[in-house]
């Protein structure tokens, strides 16, 4: 699945602890384009936020 969209608004990042270590998550807003658009909350988690 292909998605076009325009990052709308970027959250703080959150952090905490677990039984398997530390995580961080950090959710993004993002808008869709077309007839009907839409907003979007896309959560980020880990390394792949940086």
Same mark, same amino acid.
């Given at each position: 699945?292909? /998605? &076009?969209? =325009? /990052? &709308?608004?970027?959250?703080? $990042?959150? *952090? @905490?602890?677990?039984? *398997?270590? &530390?995580?961080?998550?950090? #959710? $993004?807003?993002?808008? =869709? ?10 959560? $980020?988690? @880990? #390394?792949?936020?940086?």
């Amino acid at each position: 699945m292909q /998605l &076009t969209a =325009t /990052l &709308t608004q970027l959250l703080p $990042i959150q *952090s @905490g602890e677990s039984k *398997s270590g &530390t995580w961080k998550k950090q #959710d $993004i807003i993002v808008s =869709t384009n077309g007839q009907y658009p839409k907003k979007i909350c896309v959560s $980020i988690w @880990g #390394d792949k936020i940086n």
